[in-house]
């Protein structure tokens, strides 16, 4: 009699794994997508490939996204440097958009505010002004904007009221109005009549019976003349997650993952993952708020734009991070017993890259390069080219 043997097939599917650099979890290589190491608010999008990783998980690309790199945008020392970048790169012919810049919360109480709303106060390039109020976060206090979270979920309302100057430059205005708020859960609501123009066509919404006691409300406070309070928040820690976060990010991208062990690494890695009664790590470096030296300031960055430097230090690779030479942070990124020597010889005395957002640009140069530059000692070309487009038309403004 013969048996009929049923065969079973199996198959084993292997799914293919990858370690997060952030998290340094083991995920389904699926779970991973693009990162860019350096910040695309920062211009990391113009960067090259090398600076970016696909080692990064999903959840931390988005989380660490949203809560470390948005609380370093939205502090307000950054969120109005990174403004000004787009002020001094500024041509009414190129035009593409100015931002309202964050004056902080003021100490208006418009009708029927809640007690778990704040009314923000922004300025346009042309003195134009936003009233924006939404909802206040105790956790994120400091956020120019508000948790980026909360904003997304939660509808909120932001008046806007035209300036004098706005008149003699309409399409400034209308351009920043249009990209003020673009993309947020936020009904926009025009406070001033506008002739020859329909607010709707750029989002605005119509004004409710509530909205018309508030614009009233608005109007009165403004023409009195009366003195406007804001009280800026500031967060004294809200740079070391994020400065962490690039140290890491950078570290890998340059020198593989033995940079992210060590001693050194595990203290960055408390950094990122910082909660905020934990204990200080003991990263070396120095931040924005805590500036003694002025060397790095003054000199490891350029007048309208974000500038990263490497810089072979005593034991370590220093990473400095510097906007417009006006605010300067550096930090331990990796430790020399974790590299090879021609890793750290490959540097050579530090390299730097500039990159400037509003344009679009990203240089790549020595240290060297960048101090001689800066000390009028030598010429960049790159760099003499965009140094021109500074700054040629603040008078634009002060003679409207
Ligand atoms: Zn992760």
């Known amino acids: ?76 020392m950054v969120f109005n440097q990174l403004n000004e970048t787009a002020y001094s790169l500024f041509s009414p012919t190129l035009f593409s958009g100015l931002p309202f810049r964050c004056m902080g919360i003021s100490d208006l109480s418009p009708p029927k505010m809640k007690d778990d709303e704040a009314c ?21 206090y400091w956020y120019s904007g508000g948790n980026p979270r909360t904003v997304k979920k939660i509808r909120s309302r932001a008046y806007f009221m035209f300036s004098e100057r706005t008149l003699k430059a309409p399409q400034i205005s209308w351009n920043a109005f249009k990209d003020a708020f673009c993309g947020k859960k936020v009904d926009k609501i025009m406070c001033t009549q506008v ?35 804001n009280r800026v928040a500031m967060y004294l820690d809200f740079d070391v997650r994020f400065l962490a976060k690039l140290a890491l990010g950078i570290a890998y991208v340059f020198f593989g993952k033995s940079a992210l062990l060590g001693g050194e690494a595990e203290e960055l890695y408390k950094a990122l993952w910082m909660k905020p009664d934990d204990p200080k790590p003991k990263i070396k470096g120095a931040g924005a708020h805590n500036q003694s030296d002025h060397f790095l300031k ?41 590299l090879k020597q021609c890793q750290i010889d490959s540097l050579g005395l530090g390299k730097s890259f500039v990159l400037i957002k509003p344009l679009s640009k990203f240089v790549e140069l020595k240290l060297e390069e960048l101090l001689a530059f800066n000390g009028g000692i030598s010429n960049i070309e790159e760099l ?8 040629q038309h603040r008078d634009f403004f002060k003679n409207l």
């Open 1 to 76: 009699m013969m048996t009929r043997m049923r065969v079973i097939q199996v198959i084993f599917f292997e799914v293919k794994m990858n370690n997060c650099i952030y998290c340094r979890q083991d995920k389904e290589v699926a779970k991973f997508s693009l990162e860019h190491v350096i910040p695309q608010f920062l211009g990391g999008s113009q960067a090259p490939d090398y600076l970016k990783t696909r080692d990064v998980c999903k959840d931390c690309n988005s989380n660490l996204g949203l809560f470390v790199d948005a609380a370093f945008e939205k502090d307000f």
């Open 120 to 140: 923000e106060y922004w300025l346009g390039p042309l003195g134009e002004q936003v009233f924006w109020i939404r909802p206040h976060d105790e956790q994120k």
């Open 195 to 229: 002739q020859g123009a329909d607010p709707k066509s750029i989002g605005f919404t119509d004004a409710t019976e509530l909205d018309k006691e508030r614009i009233e409300y608005f109007h009165s406070y403004c023409s009195n003349g009366q003195e406007l309070k």
């Open 298 to 338: 003054e000199h490891c960055g350029i007048d309208y734009g974000t500038t990263i430097s490497l810089i072979p230090a005593n034991g370590f690779v220093a990473l400095n991070l510097n906007i417009n030479r006006k605010l300067n942070w550096v930090i331990s990124c990796a430790d020399f017993k974790q």
């Open 384 to 391: 003499n080219v965009i140094s021109g487009q500074v700054n």
